[in-house]
């Protein structure tokens, strides 16, 4: 079955070649807009309104405009994934930077100040990259408020 926006099957090649200019104006379309830009006489009017109430152009163009929002939508969401693609093997080689980094480190060189804030971070970090961006009551859970408290190894004692 044809989709609502292409040629029916009674319609005059002229009034045709007139609907498309119509709806390829865009979404703000009008009869004059479109018979303007065109060059066309302004006389022309009366016989694309009677098109118009003929082969349904307003109701066609509405299922035009869904059409293209809809390929546009699929669109972004297609370049949203291969993004997230990206940033996904970007994390992935950053953190082993990281974790290689971490290795090499002397506990003896870390300041409790230094392990808080990378702790911080890092959990930062993965919350955004899951979309948890610290709006928890979405998802049905409190906002903590209370005291943390980290008690560390023997490695930090003196710090």
């Given at each position: 079955?044809?989709?609502?926006?292409?040629?029916?099957?009674?319609?005059?090649?002229?009034a045709w070649n007139a609907f498309c200019l119509y709806r390829d104006y865009g979404a703000d379309r009008g009869f004059m807009k479109?018979?303007?830009?065109?060059?066309?006489?302004?006389?022309?009017?009366?016989?694309?309104?009677?098109?118009?109430?003929?082969?349904?152009?307003?109701?066609?163009?509405?299922?035009?405009?869904?059409?293209?929002?809809?390929l546009r939508r699929a669109e972004r969401e297609r370049e949203f994934a291969e993004r997230e693609k990206i940033y996904r093997r970007i994390t992935e080689k950053a953190l082993a930077?990281?974790?290689?980094?971490?290795?090499?480190?002397d506990p003896e060189e870390l300041s409790q100040a230094n392990v808080m804030e990378w702790l911080k971070g890092s959990i930062d970090i993965e919350r955004a990259a899951f979309g948890k961006d610290g709006d928890d009551e979405a998802d049905g859970k409190k906002d903590f408020s209370g005291q943390l408290e980290i008690n560390f190894v023997n490695e930090f004692e003196g710090l």
């Open positions: 079955m044809p989709e609502l926006w292409e040629r029916r099957d009674d319609e005059t090649n002229q479109t018979i303007d830009s065109n060059g066309i006489p302004a006389s022309r009017y009366g016989v694309w309104c009677k098109w118009s109430a003929k082969y349904g152009w307003v109701k066609r163009c509405g299922s035009y405009d869904t059409h293209l929002d809809a930077i990281v974790e290689k980094r971490l290795d090499g480190f």
